[in-house]
Structure formats: structure tokens, C-alpha cells
């Protein structure tokens, strides 16, 4: 039952990001103000509760991401994702890459 609910949310949250892209993409300009105006907010949101999940203990190490047996400093992809998506400069970042800009595709766990 679990690998049923974890799919189903799974597909869902993806299904939401897919739309999401499109209407950010394709829609007027009026209809992408009321996207801004109701979607920021709701995803800004999102990234503070995922980021508190992952705050590092007093040691530094990510709560989520470290395991007991694990003795060094654990870094947090998390971390390191906003950062790359929230702070750095997409355009210094794709020139760097090589240019492989866009949606990104989620493995399956």
C-alpha cells in the first residue's frame, strides 16, 4: 500500500510541476501575474518546510540526511539544491554546465 501512496503522490507533485511549467511557458501575461500572485507564495512555503526538515543538528549535520553509523559532517543535497536553484545565477550556472538548462526529470526511487 505504501509503494501505491508514494506513487501516487509522487505522480501528483510532478503531474503539478509539469502544469505549472507550462502555464509559466506558454500563458498571457495577465494570466502569469495571477500564476506569480498565487503560486510564489504556496512554493516559498514549500521550500521553508522542506529546509526545516533538513536543518543541521548542533553538530552541523543534516538531521534528515545523516544516519547514526554516520560519523562525518553529512552534506544535504537539499541544501546544496536550493542554493543552486534559489541563490546562484542561472545564467552564470547554465554557461558552467554547459548549457543544459530547463525541467529537470526526477528519478525513480
Do not use: F
Amino acid at each position: 500500500m505504501d509503494e501505491v501512496l508514494n506513487s501516487t503522490l509522487r505522480t501528483a507533485v510532478l503531474t503539478r510541476l509539469d502544469y505549472l511549467d507550462s502555464l509559466a511557458r506558454d500563458a498571457d501575461e495577465p494570466s502569469k501575474a495571477v500564476l506569480a500572485d498565487t503560486v510564489i507564495s504556496r512554493l516559498t512555503a514549500a521550500w521553508r518546510e522542506l529546509l526545516a526538515a533538513h536543518e543541521p543538528d548542533h553538530r552541523g549535520r543534516c538531521r534528515a540526511c545523516a544516519t547514526r553509523w554516520a560519523l562525518r559532517r553529512a552534506e544535504c543535497s537539499v541544501w546544496r539544491t536550493a542554493h543552486r536553484h534559489l541563490v546562484t545565477d542561472p545564467v552564470r550556472q547554465s554557461a558552467t554546465r554547459g548549457g543544459s538548462a530547463g525541467r529537470h526529470q526526477l528519478r525513480s526511487a
